[in-house]
T-cell receptor
């Protein structure tokens, strides 16, 4: 089973509007971290925001916020006031505490969502 | 500036010619890892290191070697590259090895083409 699922291959948003990128995850480990990364067309991987499994509050980082619904195993990224520079591929990823004894510390990625911001 | 530095950024080589992609971090991070990114397959871990002289295989280690002689450096070695190793490679590091809440910071990537 997929550990990280991003069901939106592509999303479009108007400049200055908010957009939500979906992410669901699957783990039996009680300790895990959820991360969002941005990959612009130039190729680098930029860390945006983190949410821990024990965190009570949703994470926020500037215009980025994470809508964490633990019971539903979802960790959606919300980008407020979209800018043209937000156009990129966005990846949701998870790091598990025990990792099942294999590939310790591995970051497991979803397939990504391409976000296009229209002027 | 705190960063993970990979070199080269682009590399074109021929089958069988040994190559090394260097990776260095200046953040005193414990954990380092290599990933490859391929269309349709996403990002997959090749090797990782939890500390100096401690390395282990990831999901796709065949055809690759690594070493961690110093904390800051984690080179990726392709002894005999083949065309199926054409990919975008990322080095990444995090402060702690045993912390699920420690984000990985990535280098800018190395785009490798093997002909």
């Amino acid at each position: 089973a997929q550990k990280i699922t991003q069901t939106q291959p592509g999303m479009f948003v108007q400049e200055k509007e908010a957009v939500t990128l979906d992410c669901t995850y699957d783990t039996s480990d009680p300790s895990y971290g959820l991360f969002w990364y941005k990959q612009p067309s130039s190729g680098e991987m930029i860390f945006l925001i983190y949410q821990g499994s024990y965190d009570q509050q949703n994470a926020t980082e500037g215009r980025y916020s994470l809508n964490f619904q633990k019971a539903r195993k979802s960790a959606n990224l919300v980008i407020s006031a979209s800018q043209l520079g937000d156009s990129a591929m966005y990846f949701c990823a998870m790091r598990e505490g025990n990792a099942g004894g294999t590939s310790y510390g591995k970051l497991t990625f979803g397939q990504g969502t391409i976000l296009t911001v229209h002027p | 500036e705190a960063q993970v530095t990979q070199n080269p950024r682009y590399l074109i080589t021929v089958t069988g010619k040994k190559l090394t992609v260097t990776c260095s971090q200046n953040m005193n991070h414990e954990y380092m890892s290599w990933y490859r990114q391929d269309p349709g397959l996403g990002l997959r871990q090749i090797y990782y290191s939890m500390n100096v002289e401690v390395t282990d295989k990831g999901d796709v280690p065949e055809g690759y070697k690594v070493s961690r002689k110093e904390k800051r450096n984690f080179p990726l070695i392709l002894e005999s590259p083949s065309p199926n190793q054409t990919s975008l490679y990322f080095c990444a590091s995090s402060l702690y090895s045993n912390a699920y809440n420690s984000p990985l910071h990535f280098g800018n990537g190395t785009r490798l083409t093997v002909t």
